[in-house]
């Protein structure tokens, strides 16, 4: 089992910048493959970011340039730097284990809210 809570959401406004962090507890066998999603309103969840264990990152053509993740291993969090934000960036963001897919390692947080006004 792994506990994922995210935090760092809110409102800003277009151009605006906001840091996610994802702290992970439980066993430590699923923390890999840290990733981001988001999710807005009547639109399915989408894929954001990810960082792999080797420190191997990936991102979504759409936030490309602007978001940038990383992870502190000691502390087990996940961060995804947001930068020139834009009002399509306003969704529920969602901190993922295990990787691409669905697999036994795959957990999910409950999710932080970010509002970008234009």
């Known amino acids: 089992q792994v506990q994922l809570v995210e935090s760092g959401g809110g409102s800003v406004q277009a151009g605006g910048s906001l840091r996610l962090s994802c702290a992970a507890s439980?066993?430590?066998?699923?923390?890999?493959?840290m990733s981001w999603y988001r999710q807005a309103p009547g639109k399915e969840r989408e894929f954001v970011s990810i960082?792999?264990?080797?420190?191997?990152?990936s991102y979504a053509d759409s936030v490309k340039g602007r978001f940038t993740i990383s992870q502190d291993k000691a502390k087990n969090t996940v961060s995804l730097q947001m930068n020139s934000l834009k009002p399509e960036d306003t969704a529920m963001y969602y901190c993922?284990?295990?990787?691409?897919?669905?697999?036994?390692?795959?957990?999910w947080g409950q999710g932080t809210q970010v509002t970008v006004s234009s």
């Open positions: 439980g066993h430590p066998y699923c923390m890999y493959g």
């Open positions: 993922k284990t295990g990787g691409l897919g669905d697999g036994p390692c795959s957990y």
């Open positions: 960082i792999e264990s080797d420190g191997t990152t």
